[in-house]
Structures are given as C-alpha cells and as structure tokens.
C-alpha cells in the first residue's frame, strides 16, 4: 500500500520560506515508475496543482507559479520536497502531496494534508 | 490558460440520481478524472479516464465526456456521497482542477 505523508511547519511567518517534505512509503520514488506533485487548497476553496518532479529531478511547474517554487527529490531518503519563497497570506492552505503513475494519469495516491498558515 | 467550470453546488435527494458536469475546451482530446472530497480529508479518484471506476468506487459512479461538457453520475445516491467533487484535466502537461461542487444529499 503506498502512503504518503507530508512535513513541516503549520506557520510561517510572510516574506519567509517555506519548506516541506513528502516521504513516501510502498513505493520507490528511485523506480521511475511514477511522478510526484504537489498541490494546494486554500481554506474553503478548491484544488490548485503546483508541479511534479521525476526520479530523476525533472519538473514541471503551473506556469502562474512558477517564479515562487521550487521542487527537489532525494531518492536516498525516498521523500520529495517543496520549498515556496516569499510567502504572503495567500499561501496559507492545506498542502498535499500526491502521485501520479505518469503525466496525464489520475492523482491516485494522496498524502492526508498539511495545513500551513502565513502569518506574522 | 485552460479552465474546467463546474457548477459550485448540486443538491440531490437520498435514493436519486445526481449529476455534475464539468465544462472545458476540447474535451473530447483530453482526459477527464473525478475526484471526491469529504470533509477534512484527502481527494479520492471516483472516475479516471473520462468512465473507468478505480477498484473500490462503487458501481453507482460513473463518468461520460463529450466534446465540451464530461459528467460523472451518481445513481441511487447516498448519503455518504455528500461531498465536494471535482473534475480535473492535464492540458499542456498541466494539472487543471474544476472549480469544485458539492454535493447536498438531503
């Protein structure tokens, strides 16, 4: 069964940056079977994918995003990461991790969710 | 950018069937998947590839996509189906999520 889990901070402060992690357990990221992506819900609104990252380190980013975020792997530890700079309050909402078997498939895999709040 | 519009609310009786459309360019040459999400928890997929079922999604969902407009439907729908659903696409190798409904069952 794979399951994945995110980490990190619930608050951060605006202007900061803000850094999680997704460890994935069931699954191998170093397989290259599947892609890994992040997305995000603001409270009471809906879902906003923000890339995904290969085995390999490759990426791909929603272009509105892009200049503020960044996607890095580490195979060794099996986890995934994001780190989104400059934060303000519209960066305040529940951050998921999901997988993908390829670009284009389903979200099948999710993790549970980590709520972030920027504020000061 | 490409868009998926959904209507932001749907009410449907216990026992009846509910319908939620998901509206788009060129869907006919995309993709569409449905995912369901309750109340504090995680999307699951409840339709993937315009009409298949994952293993586990009950066979009261089901999907259809046209040209511009893919519905998922719920037959016989149950309390337990009250939730937000949304449809999502990948255009240009990205991620596009519909705007989200839920689904009252009273």
Known sequence: QVQLQE??????KPSLTLSLTCTVS??????????????????????EWIGYISDS????YNPPLKSRFTLSVDTSKNHFSLKVNSVTAADTAVYFC??????????????????????? | SYELTQPPSVSVSPGQTANITCSGDKLGDRYIYWYQQKTGQSPVVVISQNDKRPS???????????????????????????????????????????????LTVL
Do not use: H
């Open chain 1, 7 to 12: 980490s990190g901070p619930g608050l951060v």
């Open chain 1, 26 to 47: 069931g699954d191998s990221i170093s397989s290259g079977d599947s892609y890994w992506s992040w997305i995000r819900q603001p409270p009471q609104k809906g879902l």
């Open chain 1, 57 to 60: 380190g490759n990426t791909y």
């Open chain 1, 98 to 120: 999901a997988r993908a078997p390829l670009p284009g498939d389903s979200f099948d895999y999710w993790g549970q969710g980590l709520l972030v709040t920027v504020s000061s």
């Open chain 2, 56 to 102: 586990g999604i009950p066979e009261r969902f089901s999907g259809s996509s046209s040209a511009r407009t893919a519905t998922l439907t719920i037959s016989g729908t149950q309390a337990m189906d009250e939730a937000d659903y949304y449809c999502q696409a990948w255009d240009s190798g990205t991620a596009v999520f519909g705007g989200g409904t839920e």
